[in-house]
């Protein structure tokens, strides 16, 4: 029980909700999701056990994708069906190439302020709690990346689109844009996660069918291991009696590695492994490659910031 459950949220439950429902049907002491979906939204929601909760910190930035419908001609307060109509406008003149023209435009990298109906905070309080008092207050722009758009379909003021974006992006935010760019206004009327780096719809779980699962003894073989769910980060092999240096804290000197990635520079994060592939820590780089290069052997390299043996 300390792997990473991928698990399918249906449309109704909070992220928390669902949390709560894997702790009660696996007896865990300790679950936690990476990156939430709204109680409207559906699809992948990955849920760290018991110690994997230790990974959440490194697998909330993964890239996710979307299946998005987007209404035209209307805009609502919370950029979502959720919300209260604030304008309406005739969409019937918006032709299929304009929004293909406009959604191309969003590729790359954007600019895009969070909207007041979500929990990012100011001054420690969640903005959707301000705007539920009619409260407004300044929200910066955040850079982000949208690598694709594809356009799917669009039937009437409907447009169906999937997107891969950056972690952090607002989907109602960006069918908001897009509304506005075309001039006729828009929000998010259904989202459907499809994909949070490793963890796909077609791999996911419901939660009756986790429960299956851990009645006719098949679980573990549906969750997903630390080394899987990391292969992402580079790697650093070290000397095998190193590892037990590093499980009592220690940062890792010239000395202890074996291997490193071409290229890697301080603030990225890298994974640590032995001869038997586990991974034991992650680690930020001290240095850049050519920095590694001019140390002495005894000198630290890597800082630690997460042991995982």
Known sequence: MNNILNLYKPVGPSSFFMVQSVKKALKVKKAGHIGTLDPKAEGVLPICLDRSTRLIQFLVSLPKVYLATMTLGVETDTQDATGQVVATRDASHITEQ??????AGFQGEQEQTPPMYSAKKKNGIPLYKLARNGLKTERKPVTLQIYFIDFLKKEDNRVIFRVKCSAGTYIR?????????????????Q???????????QSSLTIEELSQARDNGTLAQKLLETETVLDFLPEIKVTPDYIASIAHGKPLTKIAVMETPEHFRPGTNLRVTGDDGRVAAIVEPVVDEEGFQKLD?????????????
């Open 173 to 189: 935010t960006l069918c908001h844009d897009v509304g506005q760019t075309l001039g006729c206004g828009a929000h998010m009327s």
């Open 297 to 309: 052997p005894r000198d630290t390299a890597f800082k630690l910031k997460r042991v995982l043996v």
């Open 191 to 201: 989202l459907v996660r499809e994909q949070v780096g490793h963890f796909d719809v």
């Open 98 to 103: 304009a929004v293909k023209e406009v959604l």
